[in-house]
């Protein structure tokens, strides 16, 4: 269940700070992108494609979702379909989703030449007119409006794909007898501002938008009231904190900058003192920030921007000054890691919506203020940073976008399930690209990816607008290239449409079938209103009127008698609607047939009863057909050469090894498929290929020092179909510089009771640039076995020559696992070109009274005869590790 707080009605989930003591963690903003603004800003719009609900378009960019809610409205006579699904629900919360559509707009009046430059403008237009249609249907007349589909308790009771919902979606208004002026007002700023969108290029669309835009703010100036006092379902999960003060002066704001019209201006001037004050204070409220419930503070800067007033300049910069620096001895809570955190619900989403307004009114505010603005600017960078992986655990909290992103939103159609529960399957079906979770529940940095928390892994439209508008900002700063092939059509993950079966009873003259039809549908989900298909073959001399048909235990329609499918091969025909993935018995049907002959029969040579379960063991059987509006959608006929419709089983247990600056190891365990695995991908975290397998190994190479990847794997058959991709793995490689590409290599020799240790290494360049070793060493990682113990050490023999290698032990102050000493080598100045290596250096290590040693238990023990790499023993260039994983 989502129940969102705002503002001050939040009471103690307010973040109010005490005395400030520290100045805010900031890191000034590099001239360098720190990530790809332009892919995260290409996904970031892309979530909207699939929160969409009704008749989707032909150029529907997501090919999991299908039409859906196609009733919407019905039930007051209109038709309310289309719009947005709030979050991973499938109610249509008015007021966050007009709040939503007007930062969507606002993010291109801002920065209309980032989205044109990156070629996201078309895709961002045409979400907000998805949008901004339904809002026009939804206000059939100046002083109606409506602010609701769907009831909160019912929708969230179930958890399925929007495709298949069944349950009532009630459509609330407001009107003149019991008003909403903050839904109104609301409404009215989104269209107002999304006029100012479509104005270049459809002016006659744009009008009407104005032309709504204003009744709609009449109507909400006229007509007083909280739209939650009168859509009283909306109030347990969007209730109106703020009231509607803030919406007056919001609406006002966007109808004057759309239409020019000064009276808006005088308005906004004459509705903004009512806005909400710090408690027993005369002083304008700047603890929180702009969201979905409370536009005050986005009204600050935008008084400030369009007058330039001292009021509105001061209320802004206090607000803002509170974010960043403090204000009066307050300031928001910092996490280690930087992140700025209001509250516990959804803490990325404040961040990125006072982002967002940081960096628009940083850039008004530099021509009369450089260094507050300076500053402003660089919170707005370091917050969407943050998000974005540049943060403790080095890991986005965007879906799909950068390294160890969140896998689990959330979001019930993205999830895939088919049996009404959050927890079957245990990983999302479906890559919901670019949506932003909710974060770190407080200041300290920790995240879980876990569908079932969702208030760190909600996924919602408010949380993706500001960010949205903030991501085109930085894109215009810093560049960034969108992908060319974004997006990429998902694949099923196995059939979505199957028969399980077995042989009930069986006697001389009867053969008994339990069948299961299952639908786990999920591209997109749908509802299956098909027939099962039985074939047999008539025996002998009987006829078809000798054959009856009778059904025991039966959730599908009445059974057919024999019908001739060729020759003397017959079916049974029994229709099964209504199967669909929503539930568990709503997603499989039982249906337990008897066909009995008068003549002979003889089941064994019959097309569906070979390999057919027995009694309660009931298996997949492609034998038994099910059929759609004359299509088969399972199975395969009597004769046909099926086409091999079944996908390899996902690759399982992807881990990476023998990292290096410029190279890694993925290996994985193998899948399986009903006619053999051709080959594998190896996917890129936005889910392009990067390379290609034959084996359940691959070496990736040509990565960049010191970065953060995220890879994941998916099997291919002879036919072209493809398993869903692996559970990723994630992995940063070495530190860069000139000492990128070294790997360490070892040899064992056995022994692991003994009173000496025997280690063969190697150092090999792999990079692209030679390395000085003067500053490079190697080291071998063990356990004494003894406290205090002396060492001796030897080395036997080495290709660059004993004298030119140096190797001595090194006790740890404290013991590791697996380590409380390392034997170190360190080299004479020379130079290790690329592709060169060292050569073998044999080394021994002895305790001084020659007591034995247990290697079993040490970090860089293993026996190898052959000398291969090895990151249990590491490579350090000037201290710093660049091979290898110290204990």
Avoid at 14 to 36: D, E, H, I, K, R
Wanted: aromatic share 12%.
């Amino acid at each position: 269940m989502r129940r969102r707080m705002s503002g001050a009605a939040a009471g103690t989930l307010a973040v109010l700070v005490g005395a400030l003591t520290l100045t805010a963690p900031q890191s000034p903003a590099t001239a360098a992108p720190a990530f790809n603004y332009g892919e995260a800003l290409q996904k970031s719009i892309w979530f909207y494609d699939a929160q969409r609900s009704g008749d989707l378009p032909a150029d529907n960019r997501v090919n999991w979702r299908g039409d859906s809610a196609m009733r919407d409205g019905a039930d007051v006579g209109l038709d309310l379909t289309g719009g947005f699904y709030d979050a991973g629900d499938h109610v249509k919360f008015g007021l966050p989703f007009g709040a939503s559509m007007t930062m969507l707009a606002w993010g291109a009046v801002e920065n209309r030449d980032a989205y044109e430059g990156s070629g996201q403008l078309r895709h961002l237009m045409s979400n907000l007119k998805w949008g901004t249609d339904w809002i026009v249907k939804a206000h059939p007349s100046p002083n109606v409006v409506y602010g609701q589909v769907g009831a909160g308790n019912p929708d969230h009771a179930w958890w399925g794909p929007a495709e298949v919902m069944r349950m009532a979606r009630p459509a609330y208004k407001v009107d003149a007898s019991c008003p909403g002026s903050d839904l109104a007002g609301e409404y009215a700023a989104a269209l107002a501002a999304s006029s100012m969108v479509f104005k270049p290029t459809d002016p006659a669309y744009a009008a009407t938008l104005l032309t709504h835009a204003k009744q709609l703010y009449t109507f909400a100036d006229t007509y007083r009231g909280k739209y939650s006092s009168c859509i009283t379902d909306a109030a347990s999960f969007y209730n109106s904190w703020s009231g509607y003060q803030d919406e007056l002066v919001w609406g006002a704001i966007w109808l004057y900058r759309a239409t020019g019209d000064a009276a808006y201006l005088t308005k906004a001037k004459a509705e903004y003192p009512k806005l909400s004050t710090e408690p027993q204070s005369t002083t304008r409220s700047y603890k929180w920030t702009i969201a979905w419930d409370d536009k005050s503070y986005g009204a600050y800067a935008l008084m400030a921007k369009l007058t330039g007033e001292a009021e509105y300049v001061a209320d802004a910069n206090r607000w803002l000054d509170y974010w960043t620096t403090g204000y009066n001895g307050n300031r928001i809570r910092y996490s280690p890691g930087g992140q700025a955190v209001l509250d516990t619900w959804g803490s990325l989403r404040y961040a990125a919506n006072t982002a967002f307004v940081a960096l628009v009114y940083s850039d008004w505010l530099r021509a009369t203020d450089a260094a507050r603005a300076t500053t402003y600017h660089d919170f707005g960078v370091k917050q969407i940073n943050y998000a974005l992986g540049d943060n403790p655990r080095n890991s986005s909290y965007v879906v799909g976008f950068g390294a160890n992103p969140p896998r689990n939103p959330h979001h019930r159609t993205a999830h895939g399930a088919w049996a009404d529960s959050i927890q079957e399957p245990v990983t999302n079906r479906h890559v919901l690209y670019g949506a932003l979770v909710g974060g770190p529940s407080t200041n300290d940095d920790k995240y879980t990816d876990n569908r079932q928390d969702y208030v760190a892994n909600e996924v919602a439209l408010d949380y993706n607008a500001a960010f949205t508008g903030a991501l085109a900002r930085l894109y215009k700063e810093y560049g960034g290239t969108p992908l060319a092939n974004f997006p990429v059509a998902e694949t099923p993950d196995g059939p979505e449409l199957t028969v399980q079966a077995s042989v009930n009873q069986s006697a001389a003259q009867f053969t008994e079938v339990k069948a299961f039809i299952l639908n786990k549908s999920a591209w997109p989900a749908r509802t299956f209103n098909g027939s099962l298909r039985y074939y047999f073959t008539l025996d002998g001399a009987t006829t078809p009127e000798q054959i009856t048909v009778t059904t025991n235990y039966n959730q599908c329609g009445t059974a057919s008698g024999p019908t001739r499918f060729s020759g003397n091969v017959f079916y049974v025909d029994i229709p099964c609607p209504d199967v669909y993935p929503g539930g568990q018995s709503a997603h499989r049907h039982e249906v337990q047939f008897r066909i009995t002959s008068a003549g002979t029969w003889d089941p064994t040579n019959d097309w569906s009863y070979t390999g057919l379960g027995s009694g309660n063991t009931v298996v997949q059987t492609d034998r038994l057909v099910l059929r759609e509006n004359g299509v088969v959608q399972w199975g395969k006929e009597p004769g046909e050469v099926p086409a091999d419709r079944e996908a390899p089983t996902v690759p399982s247990g992807l881990t990476a090894g023998n990292v290096t600056g410029s190279s890694a190891t993925l290996t994985w365990t193998a899948a399986t498929d009903n006619v053999g695995v051709a080959g594998y991908d190896v996917l890129r975290a936005d889910g392009t290929t990067a390379a290609t397998a034959s084996t359940t190994t691959h070496l990736l190479t040509g990565l960049t020092p010191d970065t953060a990847y995220t890879f994941s794997v998916r099997a291919k058959d002879t036919s072209g179909n493809v398993s869903a991709a692996s559970t990723p793995v994630s992995f940063r490689t070495k530190a860069g510089g000139t000492t990128g590409g070294l790997v360490a290599q070892h040899r064992g020799n056995g022994g692991a009771t003994a009173n000496q240790i025997g280690a063969t290494l190697n150092l090999v360049n792999r990079g692209t640039t030679a390395a000085s070793l003067d500053t490079v060493t190697l080291r071998y990682w063990f356990t004494g076995d003894a406290t205090n113990a002396n060492y001796q050490v030897w080395c036997d023999w080495a290709v660059v020559g004993c004298a030119n290698v140096r190797a001595t032990v090194v006790k740890l102050p404290t013991a590791r696992p697996g380590a409380d000493a390392y034997l170190q080598v360190t080299f004479a100045a020379r130079t290790l070109n690329p592709g060169a290596q060292t050569g073998d250096i044999q080394l021994r290590v002895a305790k001084s009274d020659w007591s034995q040693f247990d290697q079993t238990n040490d970090h860089s023990y293993r026996v190898s005869a052959t000398l291969t790499d090895f990151d249990r023993v590491t490579a350090h260039s000037g201290g710093a590790l660049v091979w290898g994983t110290e204990p």
